[in-house]
């Protein structure tokens, strides 16, 4: 079992930064993929990013490149997500989630966090 937990979530303004933290316990995660997925009210829950706990090789969706970064912490097994020149659509809650393979599709992971509500405001 591996437990995951978000932190960080709240409200900017369009232009501004919030950093997510995902703090995950319960087994070695050498061998995971850990992602974040993002769900707005009447959507389908979508990849955001991941990176690979071995290596740190990161994927990023299109609408958040360039703007969005994740990284690990090995000593502290947390995984970070800054997300920098927010906009309005990126208004959502945001899950962290951990998966032993590196894929952009929610079926290919294991385990979630409660989730996290970001709002950013135009």
């Known amino acids: 079992q591996v437990q995951l937990v978000e932190s960080g979530g709240g409200l900017a303004q369009a232009g501004g930064s919030l950093t997510l933290s995902c703090a995950a316990s319960?087994?070695?995660?050498?061998?995971?993929?850990m992602g974040w997925f993002r769900q707005a009210p009447g959507k389908e829950r979508e990849f955001v990013a991941a990176?690979?706990?071995?290596?740190?090789?990161?994927y990023y969706a299109d609408s958040v490149k360039d703007r969005f970064l994740i990284f690990r912490d090995n000593a502290e097994l947390t995984v970070t997500l800054q997300m920098d020149s927010l906009k309005a659509e990126d208004t959502a809650v945001y899950y962290c989630?951990?998966?032993?393979?590196?894929?952009?599709?929610?079926?290919?992971?294991?385990?979630w966090g409660q989730g996290t509500q970001v709002t950013v405001s135009s």
């Open positions: 989630a951990a998966g032993t393979r590196a894929s952009t599709g929610r079926g290919e992971y294991d385990y």
């Open positions: 319960g087994r070695t995660l050498i061998s995971y993929t």
């Open positions: 990176i690979r706990w071995f290596g740190g090789s990161t």
